[in-house]
C-alpha cells in the first residue's frame, strides 16, 4: 500500500523537480520547463526543455 502513494503522489513531484533542474541549463528556466513538465506530461516537459536549446553564456567583464 505504501508503495503505491509512493508511485501515485511522490514520483511525479520528484519527477517535476527533476525536469526543472534540467531546465536551469536551458533556455526555459527551471519554471518554465516545470510547469510545462505539469502542464504537458514530464514527457512533454522534456521535450520542451531539450527543444529549446543551451541557455547563452554570460559575457564576463575584463
Known sequence: M???L??????PI???LALGLLGTTRRLGFWWT???SIVLTPIGGF???QL???R???RRAG
Open 47 to 49: 521535450i520542451a526543455a
Open 2 to 4: 505504501e508503495l503505491t
Open 34 to 36: 516545470a510547469l510545462l
Open 14 to 16: 520528484v519527477t517535476v
Open 56 to 58: 547563452k553564456a554570460k
Open 52 to 54: 529549446s536549446g543551451a
Open 6 to 11: 509512493l508511485f501515485v503522489y511522490a514520483l
